[in-house]
């Protein structure tokens, strides 16, 4: 009998002590040297160009137990890259990102979805020169695993989202340069 409540205790403070660990959200920070938002739009219908952004910081915070959690994404507009620098002084102009009044581009999650144990999408609200508009974001990839080189853990997902830009104030050009943009997000982020 002494065997048996011995047994029962130990078992009820092993799961005391492990439920809290394992429903507690983890907060992650943005790995900005794999985290590069792009964005596609047709060329007078030639081609699809694709540029993105270089600099990119933020916060995740997941609780995957419980299937909730939240995203802050700031983006440096001045660190956009086309390929082709005398373009990348052309679209920071204000007829475009207006990169002196608007240095930022931000994304704050307002719910974030699961299917299953996958991070599905996240819906929040994108702030593009002033102008805030609600998007989701798709998540067609999610994974977190122990990070090899950093030893925390680390999670990944890839999202694409569709906006306007005219929405946004930066529709020059359209329809030529197509109004539709596709926003496709590579994001890692590691544990703090």
Known sequence: MNKLVRLAVATTFAAAVAAPALAAPETFNIDNSHTFPRFEYSHFGYSTQQSRFNKTSGTIVL???AKTGSVEVTIDTKSVDTGFELFDAHIQDEKY?????YPTITFKSTSVKFDGDKLASVDGDLTIKGVTKPVTL???SFHCMPHPMLKKLGCGANATTMIKRSEFGAGENAPYVSDEVKLVIAV???QN
């Open 63 to 65: 609780d995957r137990a």
């Open 97 to 101: 990102f207006h990169t002196e009044k």
């Open 138 to 140: 798709e998540v067609s």
């Open 188 to 190: 890692e982020a590691v």
